[in-house]
């Protein structure tokens, strides 16, 4: 009876589950590239990044925040300048 009874709520229920685990694996994609491209920018812009920095940068769990962070890595014109603004964001 138990069995049934988790069949049938599994064939409800189980698209939107799918659709749930879909969908939390495609933000942590993007923000996992969206990271990834950060600090690409700065090594390229800067040639070094500590580990401090890329630790912060690991971090951070928010898309709009790291998007702006890459924005901010662009504009800067040091590395320290860049420090200033990751951990005004913090």
């Known amino acids: ?13 189980g698209e939107d589950v799918m659709n749930y685990w879909i969908e939390e694996g495609r933000e942590l994609g993007i923000l996992e590239g969206t990271r990834r491209m950060l600090i690409e920018a700065l090594k390229t812009k800067f040639n070094n990044v500590s580990n401090a920095i890329e630790n ?9 925040v790291l998007s702006n962070l890459l ?5 800067s014109n ?6 200033l603004r990751l951990e005004a964001c913090r």
């Open 1 to 13: 009876m138990v069995e049934k009874q988790v069949v049938h709520v599994f064939k409800e229920k």
């Open 56 to 64: 912060v940068i690991h971090d951070i769990k928010d898309r709009n």
């Open 71 to 75: 924005r901010e890595a662009i504009l």
């Open 78 to 83: 040091s590395l320290n300048e860049f420090q």
